[in-house]
């Protein structure tokens, strides 16, 4: 996986709440055997009408907005446990997805894959998609090694939580074999004892 430190990257605002993994990425797309080209099919029901044409009214669609972030409603990545919605996220290109809540679940898959899920207030989330309103081409600062996301227009920073390990498996860009690999010397001096 790829490291992850700081981001300073416009958002792609979602605010939809209950997006569930099937609207992430639909069903009959998960005949695939490598994680590769699942971002193209990455909310497709919703991008794409049903002769395969892009609907316009969709965010994704929408080249004003781009970046590596998404922000998305309350309750993101519920339903299904499939990992292929974390897969499809990164293949697009997110890095960071923020919401007010995460399915368990899901929160794990993207931590999994090298996505970081933020956790923001209600209060909060609703300033990030204020801010995009005001200006679409706004950036906003994430920071892993602080944990804190930050509107940059106002300078607002909100703090987030992570679980210690996961945490330095994304800065380090390990998955858990990875991990695991990296604490070879230290395995092997102990099962020497």
């Not at 996961?166 to 390990?174: D, I, T």
């Amino acid at each position: 996986m790829k490291a992850f430190t700081k981001i300073n990257s416009p958002a792609v605002p979602l605010p939809i709440e209950d997006v569930d993994t099937d609207q992430i990425i639909p069903a009959r797309f998960l005949k695939a055997t490598t994680r590769d080209g699942f971002g193209d099919n990455l909310f497709r029901d919703w991008r794409f009408d049903r002769e395969d044409q892009p609907k316009q009214d969709f965010v994704l669609n929408n080249p004003t907005y781009g970046g590596e972030v998404l922000v998305a409603g309350k309750n993101f990545g519920c339903g299904s446990s499939r990992e292929h919605a974390a897969w499809a996220i990164g293949d697009y290109g997110f890095r960071v997805v923020v919401s007010s809540f995460f399915a368990d679940i899901f929160r794990g898959n993207a931590l999994n894959n090298g996505i970081l899920p933020v956790v923001v207030s209600p209060a909060y989330l609703d300033k990030i998609f204020q801010a995009i309103e005001a200006d679409p081409s706004t950036t906003f600062t994430v920071s892993l090694e602080d944990q804190y996301f930050q509107i940059d227009a106002t300078g607002e920073r909100a703090a987030f939580e992570i679980d210690p390990y996961k945490k330095n498996c994304l800065l380090k860009g390990y998955d858990d074999i990875d991990y695991l690999l990296s604490q070879r010397a230290e395995i092997e001096a102990y099962e020497k004892v």
